[in-house]
């Protein structure tokens, strides 16, 4: 079964009291487009995420969620001056934080950022057809024609509401030269 | 064998033209420090390398070479705008340009933007230990804590003056997390 992969931008998730601090009063996230998980969209909110050394303005992506978090790649933590770590979404505690800035206010992010643990989002059913299991780690090859390679420290989460695709920061996506569409295959 | 990964960020090579057009005339390199490869060293001056989106101030790495040869990472490409195709080192052919910019002038490079193939550089004596020949392509396991791969495309180069190290770029080297002192292994 192939697996389409996707690259994950710099990007950040917001709770709804940073949304307001940042853009006023009882603000909300305007749509903008769907992504490949159904449920989440990019939204036409941006906002500058702040580091020692060097900034980079970043769309939000919604809905809103119980914690802020900033993904960046390695690359762009480096230009930041940020040591972020490699995590799992949601898995904040210990991870540096950043200076976010929008038209209405500030945020000192107190921790947040981090840069993702390469992963597949996958269905239940899709699941079973690929023989994975929710949090298992796997091998993942991807066959581009220049850049070939083989990605392990994959992990594999299922959820019902989840469309089957690998996602990747642009460290990743560039180390393979996967832009354009692009499908991976777990190694077995 | 363990062969030592290094991690080339962005840089360029240099004609003694181009020098002498962005330093003066009669301009010479001057040696900051040796790199692992014998003969080979940084240099004090630094230029800027001008695409259409953006620039990057680079170092230049000596000696002077018969074609000025710009190697960037895909996602610095995507900062400066400008579609550099994946080479091996030399192999300039049909690649994109840049400006140049140093103190004392500007050069229009019409060709020799590229990003780096992945590679090794060894000796006679390694090739033979490690089973490969002049120009083989490879592939290289990495493994590191979070972020462990397999680099397909890996092209061998053999030199008597080759000290063995595999080169890598940024992308790359953040793709593995491969900071620090880490060790590859061809996958055979």
Not at 2 to 7: A, K, P
Not at 82 to 99: F, N, Q, W
Not at 151 to 163: E, L
């Amino acid at each position: 079964m192939d697996i389409l992969v996707e690259t994950s931008a710099r990007h950040l998730h917001i709770t709804q009291a940073d949304l307001e601090t940042l853009f006023g009063r009882d603000a909300k996230l305007t749509w903008k487009k769907d992504l490949s998980q159904p449920g989440q969209y990019a939204c036409t909110e941006r906002v500058d995420v702040v580091g020692p050394k060097g900034k980079f303005n970043m769309s939000i992506l919604g809905p809103t969620r119980p914690a802020t978090q900033v993904e960046i790649s390695l690359t762009d933590a480096r230009m930041m001056g940020i040591t972020a770590p490699v995590r799992e979404s949601g898995d904040l505690a210990g991870s540096p934080g950043a200076k976010l800035v929008g038209p209405a206010g500030e945020v000192e992010l107190k921790e947040g950022v981090i840069v993702a643990k390469r992963h597949i989002h996958t269905s239940p059913e899709d699941a079973e057809a690929l023989g994975v299991k929710d949090k298992e780690i796997v091998d993942v090859v991807i066959n581009t024609m220049e850049r070939a390679l083989v990605f392990g420290d994959v992990v594999v989460r299922v959820h019902p509401n989840f469309r089957t695709s690998m996602h990747i920061d642009t460290d990743e996506s560039n180390a393979a030269a996967a832009g354009g569409e692009v499908y991976s295959n777990i190694v077995k």
